[in-house]
């Protein structure tokens, strides 16, 4: 025998025998292939055929690309092989767009950018001055249908809804309130309309706060406005000057004016008591004298003269009929009042 010979039926081949064997066991063991094909084919069905959703998402359903329905957090089921589709979206997450500057986190700390966004922060206020305004627009994704879908872009939407209505309410004040005092109404009135716009289109949108960053004139005006602030300033501080002497002055000339008042009511009070008690003694004497002329007249006259007597001091009367021919009067008087 020829050792490379083309006969030779026990020529030794490792590779013929191994596809020999194999074949071998397909043949007689066909539920392997069958395994196997099993296999290779459920199991992506199978992991298609399930999802989950996180807590701060919802899931859109498409099928075949038309919307079916949105699911809640959790493990769910849709068809699988592409016939369902889930979109997550983030609807407990509170997304945020700034205007007339970007931030960026940077060691932990935050750094603003602006050169390049005079665009959207400079506007005109309703006195035809130019306030230089920084905000951020936070909302949350209500409606994950309605967000997808009833609008192209609907971030780009929120943003140009947002510069609009910012610069309206801003156009409707004055550049002060725009700069000091108004910065919380502005706010509140962009947060209202900017939500009845986005209602009122149907977006999917919740908008949660409208912060003012920074409210500033712009560069070239700075200096001269700061005069100005400087000015009001000093003025305020004049005003409440005037209004604290004001407060120790007033009250303290109203109390004494109060009190003459009541002192000047009480001597009338007292002026008019007596003068009618003045009355009512007359007329009784009246009514005594119209009894008993003489007598009342008598002790009218005695009552009189003492009266007259007890102012005087040191007063002696001559009287040649009486002895010794002095009489004080005085002394007399005061001694009978002791007695």
């Known amino acids: 025998m020829s050792q490379f010979g083309g006969g030779g039926g026990n020529r030794w081949n490792p590779r013929g025998d191994e596809f020999e064997r194999f074949r071998q066991l397909i043949i007689e063991r066909p539920t392997i292939l069958v395994v196997i094909f099993s296999l290779l084919v459920g199991l992506p069905v199978i992991f298609?055929?399930?999802?989950?959703?996180?807590?701060?998402?919802?899931?859109?359903?498409?099928?075949?690309?038309?919307?079916?329905?949105?699911?809640?957090?959790?493990?769910h089921f849709k068809l699988p092989l592409g016939v369902d589709e889930a979109i997550k979206v983030k609807t407990k997450l509170?997304?945020?767009?700034?205007?007339?500057?970007?931030?960026e986190n940077v060691r932990g700390g935050r750094t603003s950018y602006s050169e390049a966004l005079d665009d959207e922060s400079l506007m005109l206020t309703g006195d035809l001055n130019v306030a230089d305004v920084?905000?951020?627009?936070?909302?949350?994704?209500?409606?994950?249908?309605?967000?997808?879908?009833?609008?192209?872009?609907?971030?780009?939407?929120?943003?140009?809804?947002?510069?609009?209505?910012?610069?309206?309410?801003?156009?409707?004040?004055?550049?002060?309130?725009?700069?000091?005092?108004?910065?919380?109404?502005?706010?509140?009135?962009?947060?209202?309309?900017?939500?009845?716009?986005?209602?009122?289109?149907?977006?999917?949108?919740?908008?949660?706060?409208?912060?003012?960053?920074?409210?500033?004139?712009?560069?070239?005006?700075?200096?001269?406005?700061?005069?100005?602030?400087?000015?009001?300033?000093?003025?305020?501080?004049?005003?409440?000057?005037?209004?604290?002497?004001?407060?120790?002055?007033?009250?303290?000339?109203k109390g004494r004016a109060d009190k003459d008042i009541a002192m000047a009511q009480g001597y009338a009070t007292a002026l008019l008591n007596r003068s009618k008690g003045d009355a009512d003694r007359f007329e009784l004497v009246l009514q005594e004298y119209r009894r008993a002329p003489t007598v009342?007249?008598?002790?009218?006259?005695?009552?009189?003269?003492?009266?007259?007597?007890?102012?005087?001091?040191?007063?002696?009367?001559v009287d040649e009929s009486m002895r010794g021919g002095l009489l004080p009067i005085f002394d007399q008087l005061k001694g009978g009042k002791d007695k």
């Open 48 to 75: 298609s055929s399930f999802y989950t959703v996180e807590p701060d998402e919802e899931a859109v359903i498409l099928r075949f690309g038309r919307y079916i329905e949105t699911t809640p957090p959790g493990l």
């Open 296 to 317: 009342t007249r008598e002790r009218l006259y005695l009552e009189t003269m003492e009266r007259v007597f007890m102012r005087l001091e040191g007063l002696t009367l």
């Open 134 to 253: 920084e905000w951020i627009t936070q909302f949350q994704i209500s409606d994950p249908k309605k967000f997808l879908f009833h609008t192209r872009d609907p971030i780009r939407n929120i943003r140009d809804v947002s510069e609009a209505v910012m610069r309206r309410v801003v156009g409707d004040r004055l550049v002060t309130d725009v700069l000091t005092v108004g910065r919380v109404e502005i706010a509140s009135e962009a947060m209202s309309l900017i939500q009845g716009i986005v209602d009122q289109y149907d977006r999917g949108v919740r908008v949660v706060s409208i912060k003012l960053q920074d409210v500033n004139p712009p560069d070239a005006v700075k200096p001269s406005f700061n005069e100005v602030n400087a000015a009001k300033q000093e003025q305020e501080q004049a005003i409440n000057q005037a209004e604290k002497h004001y407060n120790e002055v007033i009250p303290e000339a």
């Open 94 to 103: 509170i997304l945020q767009q700034e205007f007339g500057f970007r931030s």
